[in-house]
């Protein structure tokens, strides 16, 4: 009897994300594709990740590699007013949390990569320093 009864319920569980997906409207949805469309194509990765190589780079590895994500994190991108014209309050709410999610990840993620590739150039400089010393 728990197996009938286990089967629909976990059916119901593993499928609720969609009927929530499938629920908001064509208009929540354009906005939060046009967001990350809009992010991707606003935020500058290069930068966020010469950052983050560059803080972990000088200050050697850990310490200001770590300030650089927290920046990259704490740092708010908002999208121009002007691509709110003429839409409606929940396009412009659903458009914004969209993109600043989207914003805030990509950010993270450049300057993380920037992070570790300044820690492990560092450290593969101070390993080949202290090689050199030794011969």
Known sequence: MKKVVSIPML???VNMPLLVIAQ???IVLDARLAAERDAKADVNQLNWRLFGF???FIGGG???GTLSVASAYTHQS???QERFLG???EYILAYTDAYESKARRL???SA???CIAGSVTAASLVIWYLNLQNY
């Open 112 to 114: 993380a990569i920037g």
């Open 54 to 56: 560059g803080m972990a």
């Open 62 to 64: 850990c310490l200001l």
């Open 11 to 13: 059916l119901l569980f």
């Open 107 to 109: 950010q993270v993620e």
């Open 24 to 26: 908001q409207s064509p």
């Open 78 to 80: 908002t999208p121009p």
């Open 87 to 89: 839409k409606s309050p």
